[in-house]
């Protein structure tokens, strides 16, 4: 579990340390955020906008057992009303794998993705917040529908 970890955090660190970013971004957008985001327990969250509207975020949690990396195709659209508001939409993909849980024992999976949600990039400020709902199909023992995904995200935007 350590190594997995390890593994994924200098993963999003190479991937900081190599994109063409802004130093400090002061308007109500951003290019690329990385941080944590919230659900039952925590995991490390990296978004990148591949033009205006689609973004592409990786998330990895770690815990209860287990860990679960996703990847997700974000569509955003403005709030018109609100400067830094966005909401979105897309698809994605996840693999799990999880030591001794009940009745399954050692267990790993794989699934589909969708998720919905509110993006707000904080105006002269390097944070962005998240707040989204991510319906899960998982293939497995003992899997399928798990309705209960999504999370709270804080993170830092360049």
């Known amino acids: 579990m350590k190594q997995s970890f390890i593994l994924f955090s200098t993963f999003f660190i190479f991937l900081v340390s190599t994109t063409n970013a802004q130093k400090y971004n002061e308007g109500s957008s ?3 955020a990385i941080g944590i985001k919230f659900l039952d327990g925590a995991g490390i969250s990296f978004k990148h ?3 205006d509207n689609a973004a592409i975020e990786g998330i990895g949690f770690f815990g209860g057992g287990g860990a679960r990396i996703t990847g997700l195709y974000e569509i955003h659209f403005d709030i018109e009303s609100v400067d830094g ?3 979105y939409v897309g698809p994605g993909a996840h693999v799990g794998f999880y030591k001794n849980i009940g009745v399954v024992g050692n267990s790993s999976f794989i699934g589909v993705d969708g998720v919905l949600g509110l993006d707000y990039k ?3 400020a390097p944070l962005n917040l998240s707040l989204d709902w991510q319906p ?3 293939f497995g023992l003992n899997r399928g529908f798990i309705g209960s995904w999504g999370g709270f995200g804080v993170r830092y935007t360049f």
Do not use: C, Q, R
Request: hydrophobic residues 40%; positive net charge; without cysteine.
């Open 30 to 32: 951003y290019t690329s």
């Open 49 to 51: 906008f591949i033009n």
């Open 85 to 87: 508001l966005k909401w």
């Open 122 to 124: 904080v105006k002269n």
């Open 136 to 138: 899960t199909f998982e």
